[in-house]
């Protein structure tokens, strides 16, 4: 294996955490710093929990991290993706690997579910049962919050019509809380983040079911800044294809259900396996 020093730090950012631990992340980040084809560049790693993706909310189209040349690497909801991917200049491309969780639905492919939740003694039998309820849900352009109900519909524009009310909670852990706790009927969770959540909390189970679960959808991608080096890329595809290949790294991600990396390429992400969420929920 060539080894290659790079010249500079290497800088991840995640938009999935606190939905998906922070503690993932910082495995890759040091499978990376272990990789002998990169050459141990120093690693980064920062986290935006505010929003599921660059370019989203308040801020303009055109401010991202990766436009301004400050993050590398990125770990981000498939629509936000998306919406890099159509601008003209688009800043941000994939690294043409993803994640692949132990969830037997998933049958080993970088897909996930939107698992519809209620507390344990829902009077819903089905999801139509939810009319006029409360719905909580992470960010208004995340798939699993937002966009698996947009789909589920039929319109982005008919949640707002179906449920009595809608409430933004700011991440899928905070969700299921309100949901938990009574003050929301149902949310929509990353199906990869519910089971680390009940795995972590099991006391949960008795306080929740599974009504519905839509999918399967394409994971969220990895990708890299446009005009990072070729040879960068390479070797960083070429590292996170081999996860599971290191013990440690095997070992660290697999407490999570992180089983590997695999290929995946734009087809992976056309717009119509990707229901989009509304921008004016």
């Known amino acids: 294996m060539e080894t290659r020093p ?3 730090p290497i800088r991840l950012l995640t938009y999935l955490s606190p939905g998906l631990p922070l503690a993932i992340f910082g495995a890759v980040a ?44 990125g770990f981000l909801c498939a629509p936000t993706y998306l919406a890099l991917r159509e601008r003209e200049r688009p800043p941000a491309g994939l690294l043409g690997i993803a994640p692949t969780f132990a969830d037997e639905r998933a049958r080993g492919k970088p897909v996930y579910f939107c698992d519809v939740i209620v507390r344990r003694g829902s009077p819903a039998g089905s999801f139509w049962d939810l009319e006029g309820g409360a719905w909580a849900f992470n960010d208004p352009f995340s798939l699993s ?42 949310a929509s969770i990353d199906s990869n983040v519910l089971r680390i959540l009940l795995e972590k909390n099991p006391a949960l189970r008795e306080e929740l079911r599974v009504l519905e679960s839509w999918g399967p959808y394409p994971i969220q991608p990895v990708v890299v800044r446009a005009g990072l080096d070729r040879a960068l890329k390479a070797a960083l595809r070429e590292s996170l294809l ?13 407490a999570f259900g992180l089983e590997r990396f695999v290929a995946v390429g734009e ?3 056309d717009a119509g396996r990707l229901p989009r969420p509304s921008a004016g929920t």
């Open 242 to 254: 081999n996860t599971d290949a290191d013990p440690l790294t095997r070992m660290e991600l697999g």
């Open 145 to 186: 919050g937002l966009g698996g109900l947009s789909a589920r519909l039929g319109s982005p524009e008919e949640a707002g019509r179906f449920f009595g009310r809608t409430i933004r909670s700011g991440s899928h852990p905070a969700s299921v809380r309100l949901v938990a706790g009574g003050m929301a009927d149902a």
């Open 30 to 73: 040091d499978h990376l710093r272990r990789w002998p084809g990169l050459g141990g560049p120093p690693i980064t790693l920062a986290s935006e929990e505010r929003v599921s993706g660059p370019g989203r909310g308040s801020v303009g189209r055109s401010e991202d991290p990766f436009s301004r040349g400050e993050a590398d690497v």
């Open 6 to 8: 790079f010249p500079h």
């Open 267 to 269: 087809e992976d992400y």
